[in-house]
């Protein structure tokens, strides 16, 4: 069966017709046609009577009445909030929209600093697109310490956030609709409890959640910066377990997933930005996140794969080629995490992307005892500008070359040690790390359900619209890293942080895949949708 869920389209009209088309492809003509129905026509009310014996307590206002211009007025500015557009082009964090790595010292994850409550409290949260909650430490039980004096690289203590002491904090109670665990209340009016069980060992945040206020900036054409407070639901994390107390994400978590509760999600729904993001990550520990950023017209893309019960952002993948040779890859999908330092496919394919490495590469294969990383090599500085490129090779053709492969550590005189930073996993899917996203800005684009990315420098990603430009190339197609940060670690990276999923499958829900002429009709099938769903369908939802 065809899987139309990319295409964002779920009207019966449309399947019908597309079904339609990819039996009688050869079809000379087709004429569709529908009949205009006002929303608040005698007609429109019948159909809502003959579908649930009632109208919903609409109101159906009589014709040309204040009531009736009243209505068609507030559903206009509804319709121009939610269809043409949002407040703001980008909206990035108060503090700036710079992310900062500190390598193996936390964890090897992405950070931003954001500022939360009022009076306003800042917090260094890691990015994880592999999980949706907010959390930060808060009236903590059991929390990860907070003195800068632990932490060598930080010029600042971290923060634990208390909702009594912010006056825009507001318990989120059992009875709203965003409370997955409604179940576990003794009442509808206590706060909402909430656990996030992470795919890394024994890691979990715990506590309850509260509505509070995010402060946001943007920057207008004439570059005056404008602050915004938007309302997130946000984590009070009073007991964190695993890596959380370990050094991984000491200050919070930011989750950046596709579902409800997620901060991309609320700034959409808002109508503060369109439903998009991105994330820039450089080689120089650095890189930008921006909110509601849809990329440029040049980026290439592929489109997200809907998976059953899995809240994440999936897509395809065809190939994973080294150098010249190309490694087919059956039915495969991938999440995309920037909570996952690393890269990680099914320990198979790993096995046979490292034999055709291990092919191609004048090196000695090497084992270095209690390293994070499974392949290793030594190889004299002229040996290291021969490792042949990688990229993978997405649905519909799409090539993302990886500019960082490996990691490497030139402490040894006459030779460098370096490794792949592809790990093993036993999952029968892969994960798709920050490691990879190096040298690009990602688009996550949720309005269009694909991912899209093109080379940059994340430097010249500040809040308005940019020209990115490529990564310097200094000849090698794989630059190395050379900071000491990006030496080989001795401790364990932390795995992917997806939320609720431990267990987690794709053999459970196996994705549709998305066969080539499916984007060729694309336009077509966003034409009739069009038709569909604001000639028959707004005639009764507004």
């Known amino acids: 069966m065809v899987c ?3 295409l964002m389209v779920n009207r019966a009209v449309l399947l019908v017709l597309l079904a339609y088309l990819s039996v009688d492809g050869c079809s000379a003509a087709l004429t569709f046609s529908s009949k205009l129905i006002h929303r608040f026509s005698d007609e429109a009310k019948a159909l809502w009577v003959s579908k649930d014996g009632n109208a919903h307590g609409r109101s159906w206002p009589k014709r040309k009445s204040p009531e009736y211009f009243e209505l068609l007025l507030r559903n206009d500015l509804k319709r121009q909030r939610l269809k043409l557009g949002s407040q703001y082009d980008f909206l990035f964090p108060s503090e700036g929209s710079e992310t900062l790595f500190f ?3 936390l964890y090897w994850l992405h950070y931003t600093w954001i500022d939360i409550g009022t009076p306003k409290v800042s917090f260094l949260v890691a990015l994880d697109a592999g999980s949706d909650l907010l959390w930060v430490p808060c009236d903590c039980i059991q929390c990860a310490p907070l003195s800068a004096s632990y932490y060598s690289m930080l010029d600042r203590d971290l ?10 904090s507001e318990d989120l109670p059992c009875s709203h609709h965003l409370c997955e665990q409604s179940g576990n209340c003794k009442s509808l009016k206590e706060p909402c409890p909430y656990i996030a069980e992470y795919d890394s060992e024994n890691t979990t945040s715990s506590g309850f959640l509260v509505e509070e206020k995010l402060h946001l900036a943007s920057v207008s054409n004439h570059a005056t910066q404008n602050h915004v407070q938007a309302s997130v639901i946000l984590g009070c994390g009073r007991k964190q377990s695993g890596g959380y107390l370990d050094g991984a994400a000491p200050d919070g978590v930011m989750g950046l997933g596709p579902g409800n509760i997620s901060v991309p999600s609320l700034l959409a729904k808002a109508g503060l930005v369109r439903n998009s993001f991105s994330l820039c990550f450089d080689e120089k520990d650095s890189g930008r996140i921006l909110f509601g950023d849809e990329g440029l017209a040049t980026q290439q893309s592929t489109p997200f794969l809907p998976i059953a019960g899995n809240n994440a ?4 993948l065809e190939h994973y080629c080294v150098g010249s040779l ?3 890859l059956t039915q495969f999908q991938a999440i995309v995490d920037s909570g996952s330092s690393f890269t990680y496919f099914p320990t198979k394919i790993c096995e046979k992307i490292v034999s055709e490495f291990d092919k191609q590469v004048n090196a000695t294969r090497i084992n270095i005892p209690k390293s994070t990383f499974k392949y290793c090599y030594n190889a004299s500085s002229q040996e290291l500008h021969n490792i042949p490129t990688m990229r993978l090779v997405f649905i519909m053709n799409q090539s993302f070359l990886i500019h960082s492969p490996i990691y490497s550590d030139s402490e040894n005189p006459g030779f ?3 490794c792949l930073t592809l790990l093993p996993l036993d999952y029968d899917y892969g994960i798709i790390g920050q490691n990879y996203m190096m040298g690009y800005r990602v688009v996550f684009d949720r309005e269009n359900m694909k991912l899209a990315w093109s080379k940059s420098n994340c430097q010249d990603i500040n809040g ?8 310097n190339d200094d000849g090698s197609p794989n630059p190395l890293p050379t900071n000491e940060q990006q030496s080989i670690p001795n401790t364990q990276a932390i795995p992917p942080a997806l939320v609720g999923r431990a267990s987690s499958h794709s ?5 549709c895949q998305i066969p080539l002429w499916l984007g060729l009709i694309s336009s077509l099938a966003h034409l009739v949708c069009l038709c569909a769903g604001h000639l028959i369908f707004s005639t009764l939802d507004l």
């Open 326 to 328: 190309c490694l087919k």
């Open 464 to 471: 308005k619209q940019v020209h990115p430009t490529p990564p």
């Open 159 to 168: 923060s634990e956030y208390s909702p009594s002491f912010s006056n825009t």
């Open 313 to 316: 952002y999936f897509v395809g």
């Open 4 to 6: 139309f869920g990319v």
């Open 507 to 511: 053999s459970e829900a196996a994705p």
């Open 416 to 418: 460098t040690t370096f």
């Open 103 to 105: 390598g193996n010292a």
